[in-house]
T-cell receptor, first 113, second 113 residues
């Protein structure tokens, strides 16, 4: 079946440093979504990318979708303590006309103040 | 505001018990999903449903079944709970042809003893 891998599994950064998580799918995706899960919380949608090579920005967050639509990345500039949490990518793939989301393994970000 | 409500936040069950996890959404979404979340493995799809009485196996359906008798309610059933089913269970919902975000419930932490 489809697999979506993320690296790294854990990342500890000093506050103010940058952070990047990478997402790779074994199959071509129709879209990629990114979610953030705060400690003790549930995943919350951040953004969706649909087009090959697409780049989107949300303040300090930059999201990219690869040209082959099989990989993606999330980059956070100048991390803050509010960025703490686990970041998941989720690859969309059409299944009998309906979209099935396969989540990555997640990257857990901790910030050292 | 979308609400996805899971019946219990925490649950402790004995090995061999039949367990029902309930999920209710109030946004009239067609698609509903059950995931389990385990450290290092991310969110893995157990079952999903894109219509009443319709269900599709996800990536790890063994040991689980589901029921969708009404559009707003999606139940996950553990026929005979085992200790390896101790996990966080997350219900999610989304619209048909889901090129939009998934909305998650708060999660049920199930412990099987």
């Amino acid at each position: 079946g489809q697999q979506v891998m993320q690296i790294p599994q854990y990342q500890h950064v000093q506050e103010g440093e940058d952070f990047t998580t990478y997402c790779n799918s074994s199959t071509t995706l129709s879209n990629i979504q990114w979610y953030k899960q705060r400690p003790g919380g549930h995943p919350v949608f951040l953004i969706q990318l649909v087009k090959s090579g697409e780049v989107k920005k949300q303040k300090r967050l930059t999201f990219q979708f690869g040209e082959a639509k099989k990989n993606s990345s999330l980059h956070i500039t100048a991390t803050q303590t509010t960025d703490v949490g686990t970041y998941f990518c989720a690859g969309g793939r059409t299944n009998f006309g309906n979209e099935k989301l396969t989540f990555g393994t997640g990257t857990r970000l901790t910030i050292i103040p | 505001d979308v609400k996805v409500t899971q019946s219990s936040r925490y649950l402790v069950k004995r090995t061999g018990e039949k367990v029902f996890l309930e999920c209710v959404q109030d946004m009239d979404h067609e698609n509903m999903f059950w995931y389990r979340q385990d450290p290092g493995l991310g969110l893995r799809l157990i079952y999903f449903s894109y219509d009443v009485k319709m269900k599709e196996k996800g990536d790890i359906p063994e040991g689980y079944s589901v029921s969708r008798e009404k559009k707003e309610r999606f139940s996950l059933i553990l026929e005979s709970a085992s200790t390896n089913q101790t996990s966080m269970y997350l219900c999610a919902t989304g619209q048909l042809l889901m090129n939009t975000e998934a909305f998650f419930g708060q999660g049920t932490r199930l412990t099987v003893v």
